[in-house]
């Protein structure tokens, strides 16, 4: 494997050294992802908890070996996205259902299902030495029509897969955000024991 270069999170405790080196880069390398692999890192996914044990998460994806398919999702992006991420190895499109299977009633908390599902997947990339940089920046109505995708189901996010790459490869701001050191709020300003002790508005 490569050796590991990123940024460690300074973390208070000494808390599992995979989410101490998760991050999430825009600069990968043109190393390609073998697709056992890619079925390994989905397989992390159907072990992810979710209500009633729906399992409201879909994936769509491609790899660069597949110009065509990854075309499409590219298309999917903002552009300030296809800036960066259109380098990636691989770009996954996230997809909830938004209804249970047995009632037909809404799900409040498919979003919340599928960002575990995402984090499942991300914690066996990064023991692989890959990193997974997830987007809010897609279009949705794009992407329902671009991979047809149903009525009850909905686009939420592309996350961009791959080994990383060289910062000195990115431009400007991004550069400086590449290399940057990562910060975090403290405990205390989101953990409150027993009473609500958080910001009024």
Same mark, same amino acid.
């Given at each position: 494997?490569?050796?590991?270069?990123?940024?460690?999170?300074?973390?208070?405790?000494?808390?599992?050294?995979?989410?101490?080196?998760?991050?999430?880069?825009?600069?990968?390398?043109?190393?390609?992802?073998?697709? $056992?692999?890619?079925?390994?890192?989905?397989?992390?996914?159907?072990?992810?908890?979710?209500?009633?044990?729906?399992?409201?998460?879909?994936?769509?994806?491609?790899?660069?070996?597949?110009?065509?398919?990854?075309?499409?999702? +590219?298309?999917?992006?903002?552009?300030?996205?296809?800036?960066?991420?259109?380098?990636?190895?691989?770009?996954?499109?996230?997809?909830?259902? $938004?209804?249970?299977?047995?009632?037909?009633?809404?799900?409040?908390?498919?979003?919340?299902?599928?960002?575990?599902?995402?984090? +499942?997947?991300?914690?066996?990339?990064?023991?692989?030495?890959?990193?997974?940089?997830?987007?809010?920046?897609?279009?949705?109505?794009?992407?329902?029509?671009?991979?047809?995708?149903?009525?009850? +189901?909905?686009?939420?996010?592309?996350?961009?897969?791959?080994?990383?790459?060289?910062?000195?490869?990115?431009?400007?701001?991004?550069?400086?955000? $590449?290399?940057?050191?990562?910060?975090?709020?403290?405990?205390?300003?989101?953990?409150?024991?027993?009473?609500?002790?958080?910001?009024?508005?």
């Amino acid at each position: 494997m490569e050796k590991k270069e990123n940024k460690k999170a300074n973390t208070e405790y000494d808390i599992h050294e995979i989410i101490q080196e998760r991050w999430s880069p825009r600069s990968f390398s043109v190393r390609e992802i073998k697709p $056992e692999l890619i079925r390994k890192l989905f397989d992390a996914t159907r072990w992810a908890p979710s209500s009633f044990n729906e399992q409201p998460w879909r994936f769509i994806y491609a790899r660069k070996e597949e110009p065509e398919q990854f075309e499409k999702l +590219y298309r999917v992006m903002g552009e300030f996205n296809q800036n960066w991420a259109g380098d990636a190895p691989m770009l996954i499109l996230t997809i909830l259902k $938004e209804k249970f299977s047995k009632n037909s009633k809404p799900n409040r908390v498919a979003k919340f299902d599928l960002g575990a599902a995402m984090a +499942y997947f991300t914690f066996e990339a990064t023991r692989h030495d890959l990193y997974v940089h997830q987007m809010a920046g897609i279009d949705q109505e794009k992407a329902r029509k671009i991979f047809d995708i149903p009525e009850g +189901y909905k686009a939420v996010t592309m996350a961009a897969v791959g080994y990383k790459g060289v910062p000195d490869d990115l431009e400007g701001d991004l550069r400086e955000t $590449e290399v940057s050191v990562r910060t975090r709020k403290d405990i205390d300003e989101i953990a409150f024991q027993g009473e609500w002790k958080g910001d009024k508005n």
